[in-house]
């Protein structure tokens, strides 16, 4: 069937295409000014401006820097905008098809207009045009998909080396610089088990400094050197004082009582895989006060596989979906980033009939974090990919109309 070059939704496409080659030219110039002398001689000037709590070190370095940077970046950006409307152009496309293309040069024109406009100093330009430098408290976690305030303070004030997306965030997605592992003081329970290992390896392999919580001696394959606090379930009070001094604390220890269901096993289950978590889970929301930790402190949950699906263990299965749930419930006003782990069956102490190896899924979960993924499934399971997504969102949305109407 023949294409109609009229069709409005062909128009739409392409003017959504323009703007986001637009952003894609914008993120790139900013990265490659953080790889590159010439630019970066440019760029610094920019990082210049802010104090931490983003106010201006002077009006006059505030100019500057839009002249040296800013205008540079929406003037690379337009040249190069000009790209696809050549290719349309050589193609012969209809005069639609190149109207709607040259949305992208509008957009980045608007960003031009405004970078002159705060070069010029001229009345609240700043305030209107330059939302993601604006002071104050923050008032949300990084966001997901686009670029808040709290999201681009971590590339003044985080690593520099990271977090480059200017408006929209797929951009630090594709290269992996969506989060920064480099230098964050991160805390794992469940450190003797398989996984707890494994993740405390690759993390130390990201510059992480790693803290290994748990109730056991970890075993001697265990990575050397590296801090271990022990504490029991019901104890989790004892902790407080250090999950101040932890960005990210990985929420990892479990049990599973297979096929028992007798009261003390229900007791058991459920005290290890849910209320435990959950009491580590609120001690360490209460650690994040300040600007600065609701940009860089996050809580990594494993909740398992068994959110969706069968583990043939009916106790471990009924408590990893209860902490499924409240993870979900509380993610709606977490004054931090939530992950959710949801990881099939690698082999384990609490499963000897895994498929994958510890190490791998370690990695895999590490890189899925570098990408600001908040769901990071690793599984041999194409169901998982598709029934949990789903699950999940049916279930937010139910708890955000309950919010909304308050039941």
């Avoid at 999201?151 to 408006?167: E, I």
């Avoid at 022990?230 to 902790?239: C, K």
């Avoid at 209320?275 to 609120?282: A, D, P």
Wanted: aromatic share 10%; proline share 6%.
């Amino acid at each position: 069937m023949p294409v109609v070059v009229s069709d409005p939704l062909w128009m739409v496409a392409i003017a959504l295409g323009s703007i986001l080659w637009a952003e894609v030219i914008r993120d790139a110039y900013h990265a490659l000014a953080h790889v590159w002398t010439p630019v970066y001689r440019l760029h610094a000037w920019h990082h210049k401006v802010f104090r931490p709590d983003l106010s201006v070190v002077s009006p006059e370095i505030y100019r500057k820097a839009h002249w040296y940077n800013d205008v540079p970046e929406a003037l690379v950006m337009l040249t190069l905008g000009l790209l696809p409307i050549s290719l349309l152009l050589i193609w012969q496309a209809p005069l639609s098809w190149l109207g709607a293309s040259g949305i992208g040069l509008v957009y980045t024109l608007s960003f031009l207009g405004a970078a002159v406009a705060r070069g010029l100093g001229l009345p609240q330009a700043d305030e209107k045009t330059d939302l993601t430098h604006r002071p104050g408290p923050f008032l949300e976690p990084p966001a997901a998909w686009r670029v808040n305030r709290t999201y681009h303070w971590r590339h003044h004030f985080d690593n520099q080396k990271a977090y480059y997306s200017g408006t929209f965030t797929f951009v630090d997605k594709l290269l992996g610089t969506a989060l920064s592992l480099k230098g964050k003081t991160i805390a794992v329970t469940g450190a003797s088990g398989t996984f707890g290992q494994a993740l405390l390896q690759q993390l130390q392999r990201q510059e992480a400094k790693v803290i290994a919580l748990t109730s056991r001696p970890l075993s001697p394959e265990a990575p050397p050197a590296i801090p271990t606090y022990h504490w029991q379930i019901g104890q989790e009070s004892a902790l407080g004082e250090l999950l101040e001094t932890v960005d990210i604390l990985v929420i990892n220890h479990g049990i599973n009582v297979h096929a028992q269901t007798s009261p003390e096993a229900i007791q058991q289950a459920y005290e290890v895989n849910t209320f435990s978590g959950w009491r580590l889970l609120e001690l360490f929301l209460a650690t994040v006060r300040t600007n600065a930790q609701i940009a860089t402190k996050e809580v990594w949950v494993n909740t398992s596989e068994a959110e969706v699906g069968p583990a043939l263990s009916p106790l471990y299965e009924l408590s990893k979906r209860a902490m499924g749930d409240l993870i979900t419930l509380r993610r709606l006003d977490a004054p931090c980033v939530i992950r959710k782990l949801i990881l099939g069956p690698f082999k384990s102490n609490l499963n000897p009939i895994g498929v994958m190896s510890a190490d791998w899924v370690a990695k895999q979960v590490i890189k899925a974090a570098q990408r600001d993924t908040r769901n990071i499934i690793v599984t041999i399971n194409p169901l998982t990919y598709l029934t949990f997504p789903v699950k999940e969102f049916v279930v937010s949305l139910y708890f955000r109309l309950c919010a909304f109407i308050k039941l």
